[in-house]
């Protein structure tokens, strides 16, 4: 009787992290050249006078999708990542069973970044207008219980703004 209860809740734990998950929108595009993307998004923020961030993750870590939204949802933060910076999802998928061609471009774009896997998912980069990296940002320190803290992004972003790292 212990056993099935115990495989019961389990069934039920699971199905609801990947409710949730399912809940949150798809943000990473797994098809397009990551390196292409970012190259883009460098020509686009020197043209606007911006800075890029790249939010480095893929659409099966649920904290990406649950930055994606709180981004979008939380106007003060869409308002400072419009005025400030080309927001950019950069897909990364860490599983081994991508294709040689997959996982030499993951590797590539990774070095490009200064490779920020190291510092879980989400993580950001911040590029210049040159594409130089100015920062990588590990996402845990913006966290609060289940999802983020908007004090702590606001800080994160009103640091890396084209204005602020200029002073």
Not at 94 to 101: A, H, I, T, Y
Request: hydrophobic share 40%; charged share 25%; net charge positive.
């Amino acid at each position: 009787m212990k056993k099935r209860l115990f495989v019961a809740l389990t069934c039920m734990i699971v199905m609801a992290a990947a409710s949730a998950q399912t809940a949150l929108k798809k943000v990473y595009d797994e098809t397009i050249n990551p390196i292409t993307q970012i190259d883009q998004a460098v020509a686009k923020a020197k043209a606007e006078d911006k800075f890029v961030v790249c939010q480095v993750g893929g659409n099966w870590c649920s904290w990406c999708l649950r930055f994606a939204d709180f981004a979008t949802n939380d106007s003060t933060i869409s308002r400072m990542i419009d005025d400030n910076f080309v927001y950019i999802h950069v897909n990364y998928n860490p599983r081994k069973s991508e294709s040689d061609e997959k996982q030499q471009l993951a590797k590539r774009m990774l070095e490009r970044l200064n490779n920020p896997a190291r510092f879980g998912f989400p993580v950001f980069v911040v590029l210049d207008q040159e594409g130089k990296v100015l920062h990588i940002q590990d996402s845990s320190f913006l966290e609060e219980g289940q999802g983020y803290s908007q004090e702590k992004v606001l800080r994160f972003f009103k640091n890396w703004t084209p204005k602020a790292v200029r002073k």
